[in-house]
């Protein structure tokens, strides 16, 4: 139920120029009624003038969009160009007013969220990429104003950087006193950056205000790049931390240490130890055979989110899993490409054990559970009441598992969302796991429809139609992926390119 106040907020807004010219008059505790009507009905100019205006010295755009008691519908999904970009743009309208005429003091433009489908009516979006390269744009456009004293506004951002961006938020994280919007990074993701560049841009963002980090793809790290990265920049108060694949293998000049030791694994672990606050941690990709104890065990926090994905684990690491303090605290956990139920039953039956009572999200994609495996599956599971997400794409299971395993899933009280894989049934005879992308796609796709609504029969005969089933063959939708899918594919060719130079090269020392 909309208030009053706001369906006459949004009256007012459906008239621009009426809005822009009545500003003067209106009262302060309005501006945030006109500004989510104004987001509402996507008016940009609107939402200029009450940035460039505004009278109140924080300005939270994730408060704003969210639930209210005046108007309880969430927009923090609509990650609106056009809206968007009129709050950057205001912004720099509101610093450039003279010194007596603004109190805008933090402006936090962080909470959106980036989805696939967008609900604004352009339903044009400006994800993550697109709103670092517009922010830094703007403050390197302010720089260029050349004030001699500056009343800086705080910014609170989530960046994301990559190759095509990095020169832009270099110069527009410069030294304090060139702009008069001081960016402070909340959340920083990088992808297709040098080792170099990334601990540049780090120690320029802010450091000491970092939650989460994410380094993915194609940023080539390893062990002595991240010892360098955490004991040099230090993150005091991150939260959440996500490294690339194979950041913990050795440099490449590097000889093992005659006693078998990892100075440098263990010098990461001491690093990680001093962040607090650390509860989340992906370490996905990386080969840990038997590390798995000395990463986390110096941990001063229990994890919650946990993605061990394709790490090589061993007994010893499973065993340390199983029995350690953050498996009683674990919410999300990622254990795929290992073959749990054959290799380490025990050890995977015992970890499911203790972390029931918190357990929400659990992925086990690629993980050569077959058919013979179900009923082992389904006893490891139940005791998993609170679990909301499973995904176990990427297995060979039969039709008929499936639907063993589906009414099993019944029993779940919490459960929302499953991710199963293409029924075995589906490929051809003989196929061979885990597959490849071309051999994924080449299934009986009638077959498989026939399959799934025999899957969704078994969950309504349940009386559990309200969990949502899925087979999404090339994982879920990544906004930041889609968004930088061109400089990425640039990126894999000049790579592959510069490999094959270098190899060559090597033919030509060879003769």
Known sequence: MWSL??????????????????????AHNIYPLLFKASYLLEQPEVVRALLEHWPLEEFRLGALLGPSTEHPRDLRDRACRACLE?????LAD????????RRLRLADLTGIRDVQVQQCPCGRALGRWGRTELLARVCCELQAEHHAAWSPVEVLADLFVTGGNFEMVVQALGPPGHSPLRVRCISFRADSLGPSQLLQVLCLAGPSELRRLEVVHNVR????????????VGFP???????????????????PAPDGKDALLTSVARELSRMTQLTELSVAFSTLTGKIQNLLGPLRTPLRVLDL?????????????????????????????????????SSFFRLLGHA?????????????????HVSTLILALSPCHRLRELRFLGNPLSARAL??????????????????????????????????????????????DVIAEDLRAVLLRNGRGDIQVSTPLFGSFDPDIQETSNELGAFLLQAFKTALEKFSRALKQME
């Not at 106040?5 to 209106?26: D, M, N, T, W, Y």
């Not at 509101?94 to 005429?101: A, E, F, M, N, T």
């Open 5 to 26: 106040r706001f369906i006459s907020a949004e009256a007012l807004v459906s008239h621009p120029k009426i809005v822009q010219q009545s500003l003067g008059g209106v």
């Open 86 to 90: 009129a709050c950057v743009r205001g």
């Open 94 to 101: 509101h610093v450039l007013q003279g010194k007596g005429r």
């Open 221 to 232: 790290l390893h062990a002595g790049h991240v010892q360098q990265l955490l004991a040099q």
């Open 237 to 255: 108060r991150l939260v959440s931390l996500t490294l690339p694949a194979k950041a913990f293998d050795a440099p490449p000049a590097s000889t």
């Open 309 to 345: 994905a394709s790490c090589s684990l061993n007994h010893a690491d499973m065993a340390f899993l199983a029995d350690c303090t953050h498996a009683a605290h674990l919410e999300v956990l990622d254990l795929s490409g290992h073959s749990l139920l054959d290799r380490f039953p």
């Open 356 to 372: 029931a009572p918190t357990l929400r999200a659990l992925t086990l994609e690629e993980c050569s559970i077959t058919d013979r």
């Open 403 to 448: 639907k063993r395993l589906f009414a099993a899933l019944c029993e779940l009280p919490g459960l929302q969302c499953v991710e199963f894989p293409v029924p075995k049934d589906c490929y051809p005879e003989g196929s061979a796991y885990p597959q490849d992308e071309l051999a994924m796609t080449k299934f009986d796709q009638q077959k498989y």
